[in-house]
């Protein structure tokens, strides 16, 4: 019965001394990812990102609508807290809305289509790398020209970084694009 007991001590103390190993290999792993996370330096938004979200704040008015990529992390409507023609796709569809034919009217507005513009109300174009990549994903060229030399928007935002350039144009309401002309 000595042996016995000898022997059941033995394996607890090899069941304790076990479980003790693992929990602290198991600290130590959380211990390291908190370390390792802490010091990573990639983050949802840039410093461009949050400047434009920041100026979209102080600078528009808060029942704006915004011409933008359908990002679901674009700056405009998460750091600036305007409305946009359209979200995020994948999140229209996970709920069950139908988005293809505003997503079509986006390519079309994008591309230079006036009247849509009007007919949805919007008020600013933004023209930065979302809207690229945007455009890249759905197979059309963003028409600049358009914006930049139509007389109908105002530039009011500009910003360069290492993506290119983030623009952002006021759509000039009718009285606007009269005393443009004059």
Same mark, same amino acid.
């Given at each position: 019965t000595s042996e016995k007991l000898r022997v059941k001590r033995l394996k607890s103390i090899i069941n304790l001394t076990l479980l003790s190993l693992i929990t602290i290999v198991l600290i130590l792993g959380g211990i390291i990812? @908190? @370390?390792r996370t802490g010091q990573e330096k990639i983050f949802l938004w840039?410093?461009?990102?949050?400047?434009?979200?920041q100026w979209v704040r102080e600078n528009t008015p808060p029942?704006?609508?915004f011409l933008t990529s359908s990002a679901h992390n674009h700056p405009i409507p998460s750091l600036g807290g305007r409305q946009i023609v359209m979200g995020f796709?994948?999140?229209?569809?996970?709920?069950?809305?139908s988005y293809e034919k505003v997503r079509a009217d986006e390519?079309?507005?994008?591309?230079?289509?006036?009247?849509?513009?009007?007919?949805y109300g919007v008020d600013y174009v933004a023209l930065t790398p979302y809207e690229?990549?945007?455009?890249q994903g759905n197979g059309f060229n963003l028409n600049n020209s358009y914006f930049k030399n139509s007389g109908l928007f105002?530039?009011?935002?500009?910003e360069s970084?290492?993506?290119?350039?983030?623009? @952002?144009?006021?759509?000039?309401?009718?009285?606007?694009?009269?005393?443009?002309?004059?």
């Open positions: 990812n @908190i @370390i840039s410093s461009t990102d949050v400047k434009l979200g029942d704006s609508l796709e994948g999140w229209l569809f996970s709920h069950g809305l390519v079309r507005m994008f591309q230079g289509e006036t009247s849509l513009l009007l007919e690229r990549y945007f455009a105002e530039l009011v935002y500009t970084s290492s993506q290119g350039a983030w623009e @952002i144009y006021r759509v000039r309401k009718t009285d606007d694009r009269i005393r443009a002309s004059e």
